[in-house]
């Protein structure tokens, strides 16, 4: 297990993470929704300030042909940010995140990826994105999924939530609860800035979005 981290922003590195999120353009995908609407979580919906919301991303529901996900953005007391680097692709950091099983409810299955891939139960939702986030698989990632889950689909649709974790360290155990093959190697307390430049380029995208929603928790 990495350390943890817990220098502040300089404004230099502000400025940066500022440059960095100007480069990234969300992938909001907003057609054909199903019939189906996602049950609603009753949790605080955050705003962006000055943000201006229209139909191509306001979703009720995910688009058609995008994979049902969850992603968990876990702040400590110091306002950093939980990330761990994955097993299966060299250098590349990421939030958890994780599929929606049929018929549950996005929150409840936020708690249960988390408790999966990091061990961590002892942790309170703040809040969360009010609308879906979707990602492409590139064509090589696509294909290989396709084989592992027995379905063809384009990308990743996200509802994602912040959580504030209330434990101890010696929870985080990237074996998980031992319930699923572990994903991750090892793990720290990452500012957005670091986050985003360790992250995969396809969920970049999607990252700098979901820091700006809540940039008020994060500040």
Sequence with gaps: ???CLSRSFSS????????????????FTSPNYPHKL??????????HQNRICSSSYSMDAPPEGYRRNVG??????????????????PDSWQMPQGGIDENEDPKVAALRELKEETGVSSAEVLAEVPYWLTYDFPPEVREKLKHQWGGDWKG???????????GKEEE????????EKPEFGEWKWMSPEQILERAVDFKKPVYKEVFTVFTPHLQ
């Design 156 to 166: 990743q649709a996200q509802k994602w939530f912040l959580l504030k974790f209330t």
């Design 38 to 47: 996602s049950k609603s979580t009753n949790l605080p919906l955050v705003h």
């Design 1 to 3: 297990m990495a350390l």
């Design 172 to 179: 985080i155990n990237l074996l998980g609860d031992k319930s």
């Design 12 to 27: 230099n590195s502000q400025l940066h993470l500022s440059s960095l999120l100007s480069r990234c353009k969300p992938n």
């Design 72 to 89: 968990i953005c876990l702040i400590n007391s110091s306002k950093k940010i939980f990330a761990a680097s994955r097993l299966d692709i």
